[in-house]
DNA sequence: GAAGTCATGTAAACGGTTACATGATTTT
DNA sequence: AAAATCATGTAACCGTTTACATGACTTC
């Protein structure tokens, strides 16, 4: 019974406090998103996943009102997460198409510095989003820890843009850019 | 005729001179790998798209020797790389999972020390390996400056790692890490 | 002669996204 | 009355990985 780092996003969540579906995926797209985002589909599916390896359970609210089942985590299911957290991780990957962009750029040297900027302009605004956030104070404990961690990774990241940007300029139709490419 | 981010790693470095889509492979390991990586099934699939798409073409070679595949990119497919360069990027995705443990450390917090450590030792690793490959002096051009933000930008993450590890050490059994998690 | 590398592909499975479908409650 | 939000799911599709299959040439 593997189960997926998303199936512990969705764990991790409800060992916190006893959530819907509904409420998973907006605490979601406020904090892991940066570092692991996850669709409804995937976190219905984790949640009914979970249930049946009996590590959560769902008990569905009052049929009066809006219907919704709240999700609590088990005494296996916190186990099962304290394990997880014990093993080593595994999963880091990263998909940058602006580093892929200037990666080939060579190809059509005119169009390096509009992608360093807009990569710039990208990290800076999440660097910004993440940082109010931050400012109204909710996420706290190791959240606020990972919740610094992307702040000051995207103020680097748009730091180390600008900084290129600058290099690139002062030397002219660049030595370095105008070689062949050969790897 | 849409194309992945993945068809335009094939058409880049066709760009740069032919190659067989093991040749395509080998690179790919030692370069894009970091931040776009992609399978043979992926790169013998592109390619073959983009001979359907006439941007690229396929000479097999002698068949005397070992069987090889050159392909090389034609005038359309330069075209549609230089027009790819100059859009903005789009794609951005991370998948750390070492973050995730981090987020959710409350739930044990013995283990968030142990899974900083594997994040900086994994972060400094891939660091000494990127500087073996400067320091081999293949990369140059802009391949070369992606390859200065693979260094820097994994530094840079070790080094929170090991900030964030005194840090936690200092403040005995965290202030910050004891509180209920709130998000 | 065995191991390693060069070389090309297919099939199945997996993880994830997007679109679709539905409907109640709440706010404007 | 309309729009937004709460709420739960399914189906189709897409991108990617892993395993499998095959074979020739090269190095030890």
Chains 1, 2 share one sequence.
Not at 112 to 124: F, L
Not at 133 to 139: C, L, N, P, R
Request: aromatic fraction near 8%.
């Amino acid at each position: 019974m593997e189960l997926s780092p998303t199936a512990y996003v969705v764990l991790g969540m409800l060992s916190w406090r006893p959530m819907s579906g509904y409420d998973i995926k907006s605490v979601v797209d406020r904090s892991t998103r940066f570092f692991w985002a996850a669709s409804y589909s995937q976190i219905y599916g984790e949640l009914r996943a979970l249930r049946e390896a009996g590590l959560i359970t769902a008990d569905d609210g009052p049929q009066g009102a809006r219907r919704r089942t709240a999700h609590r985590i088990t005494e296996p299911g916190r186990r099962a997460l304290r394990d997880w957290l014990a093993r080593e991780p595994e999963t880091f990957e990263l998909r940058d198409e602006g580093l892929l962009k200037l990666f080939f750029a060579s190809a059509d040297p005119a169009s390096a510095a509009s992608t360093i900027a807009a990569k710039r302009d990208r990290h800076a605004e999440v660097a910004e989003q993440l940082e109010s956030m931050a400012a109204a104070g909710t996420a706290s404990g190791y959240a606020g820890i990972v919740l610094a961690y992307g702040i000051e990774c995207n103020r680097w990241m748009a730091d180390w843009c600008e900084r290129t940007l600058t290099d690139l300029a002062e030397l002219p139709a660049s030595a370095g850019a105008r070689q062949r490419e050969t790897i």
